[in-house]
């Protein structure tokens, strides 16, 4: 499987989780792609938790 660009993997990230999200939490969704390698299947799993959590902060995964 190949790595994402860091571009690449905030959008895979906003696909699931919504760029209003997104917004609210910048720095550490890119704390998130980069501690997850920019790999498509660990961003996937972590965005679709998120997507199922809406008042779970990204936070508690880089803190």
Known sequence: MEVLGENDALNLL???V????RQGE???AEVLCK???FLPLGLEFVARYLER???LSR???VG
């Open 53 to 55: 959590k809406p008042s």
């Open 18 to 21: 919504g760029s209003d999200r």
């Open 26 to 28: 910048l720095k550490e």
């Open 14 to 16: 906003i696909s699931y």
């Open 35 to 37: 501690d997850l390698g």
């Open 59 to 61: 936070q508690i995964f």
